[in-house]
């Protein structure tokens, strides 16, 4: 376990978390938080309190989706807000260069490339939210108000 908390991804997010409120703390969990539900069930939640870090290429930038566990992002929504005809899920590589992590442990923050942000609104409906920490098995605790103030994010209906 030492090992993870010891890799690059998880101390740059770890760093950016601690920056933010150091008593945020990086969890550790024996099975994987790839998905939504694996890491509910590993924490014991609801799999809508958990903040799916989506990154989406809309051509000429790319935007970093907070989203519900339980919600699935609408492609046609964030065209809408951005006036913008071609947006699509980032490749794999992509997500690696933009944000310093692989898919599974993107966490909101600690990007390798600044991003702007939206924050699913339906994450409102938790008082205390978690997000990946830098590796599929690492997350972090935060109440929803206090992620907003950490991501500096906007709140968008974004989900279907």
Known sequence: MNQILNKEP???????????????????????????????????????AIVKSLLF???????????????????????KILNEKNVSMAKPDDVKKITGYTIGGVSPVGHLVKTKIYIDSNLERFKEVFA?????????????????????????????
């Open 132 to 160: 990946a920490a830098g590796h599929p098995n690492c997350v972090f605790k935060i109440e929803y108000n206090q992620l907003i103030k950490l991501t500096s994010g906007d709140i968008k209906d974004i989900v279907e």
């Open 57 to 79: 290429d809309c051509g000429n930038e790319f935007i970093l989706c907070l989203v519900s566990g339980d919600k699935r992002c609408s492609l046609n929504k964030i065209k």
């Open 10 to 48: 998880v101390k740059r997010a770890e760093k950016s978390i601690k920056d933010f409120d150091p008593n945020l703390e990086i969890i550790c969990l024996n099975q994987t938080a790839r998905t939504a539900k694996d890491a509910a069930t590993a924490l014991g939640c609801n799999v809508g």
